[in-house]
């Protein structure tokens, strides 16, 4: 492989088909790095709006530093993997006391939630550090131009990398990857760096890299209850997500009526049926409280929650 060569037809075939999106037209740090963990286990088009409302409200450190958890996590909210928000939010409280962000790779390594490939992205896109990115793009990239599913992506990447433009060359590795060397049916005939690749002489773009067998999914039954009352609805702390408010699951003191309607929720690998009935409380849990339905907006409410809502809403018993 002519590291060369690939860095600049990369670099050319990057200039013409870059996606424009919101977190490119920035280089502001704390910008970038809300993108990048908005980015992890969401896919581009899902995470812009919910780019642009987090940073409208959160514009900075200082004020996700000041906000509650609970409003936190209801802008998360419908983003799923709540440890991201988490984090997020511990980690603007660091930045806040030191007083900005930090402009190295070891500091922001250091920061809660952040690994390897998110101080490098931060590093390279905003400080233009030459630190090599390694997300699941790049691997299947580097795999492939290898011709291994075992080749050592990170030590690729880092000979790769275009040390006078990092923020370029990584985002245009990654880009390679989410348009053209897709998990199936690679984009070959389109590849800029197509002369450049093991795999594709030998014939194994589709076998690289070996894909690990998914765990066995599990399926969850639930029933859960719409109580409404004057204008407002009973809700419990979420069993499944910590720190969310959901529907209640039949309790001692509730009484089931009529189904309102059902809908399928995965969560991982547990795919959960749930059905939504109408249902009326003699007496409510302790931790049960009750949400006026017109400011549910204003609390992290789950995402089965808002699909049993939705549900109720939209049907009349039968």
């Not at 990369?10 to 740090?29: S, V």
């Not at 970038?32 to 896919?43: F, H, K, N």
């Not at 514009?59 to 709540?82: D, Q, R």
């Not at 959960?272 to 007496?283: S, T």
Request: proline share 7%; aromatic share 8%.
């Amino acid at each position: 492989m002519n590291a060369g060569s690939l860095r600049n037809e990369l670099a050319t075939w990057y200039a013409k088909n870059a996606r424009d999106l919101p977190w490119r037209r920035t280089r502001d740090p704390y910008a970038i790095w809300i993108s990048e963990i908005m980015l992890q286990q969401t896919r581009v088009a899902a995470a812009i709006p919910y780019y642009q409302r987090f940073l409208a409200r959160f514009p900075n450190a200082e004020s996700l530093a000041a906000a509650a958890e609970t409003e936190v996590l209801t802008a998360w909210s419908g983003l799923g993997y709540y440890t991201r928000a988490r984090n997020l939010h511990k980690a603007a409280k660091a930045i806040a006391e030191r007083g900005a962000f930090p402009s190295d790779y070891e500091s922001i390594r250091e920061l809660p939630g952040i690994g390897d490939y998110t101080a490098a992205a931060v590093a390279s896109i905003a400080y233009g550090l030459p630190h090599a990115v390694v997300d699941g793009n790049v691997k299947r990239v580097i795999a492939r131009l290898a011709g291994d599913g075992h080749a050592d992506a990170q030590e690729a990447a880092t000979r790769l990398l275009d040390r006078k433009h990092p923020a370029r060359s990584n985002q245009a590795l990654m880009e390679l990857g989410a348009l053209i060397c897709l998990p199936r049916d690679p984009l070959c005939d389109s590849c800029p760096v197509a002369k450049h690749c093991e795999a594709l002489r030998l014939g194994m773009q589709a076998e690289l890299p070996r894909r690990k067998p998914k765990p066995e999914s599990q399926r969850v039954r639930l029933t859960l209850l719409a109580i409404r009352r004057r204008g407002k609805i009973l809700l419990t702390p979420s069993p499944r997500v910590s720190g969310f408010w959901d529907l209640p699951e039949p309790f001692p003191g509730s009484r089931m009526g009529v189904e309102l309607g059902s809908f399928a929720h995965t969560i991982m690998n547990t795919r959960y049926a749930c059905e939504v009935r109408e249902a009326i409380a003699d007496r409510t849990p302790r931790e049960a409280r009750w949400w006026e339905e017109a400011k549910l907006h204003e609390i992290p409410l789950s995402t089965t929650a808002k699909k049993a809502i939705s549900v109720s809403s939209r049907h009349t018993p039968r």
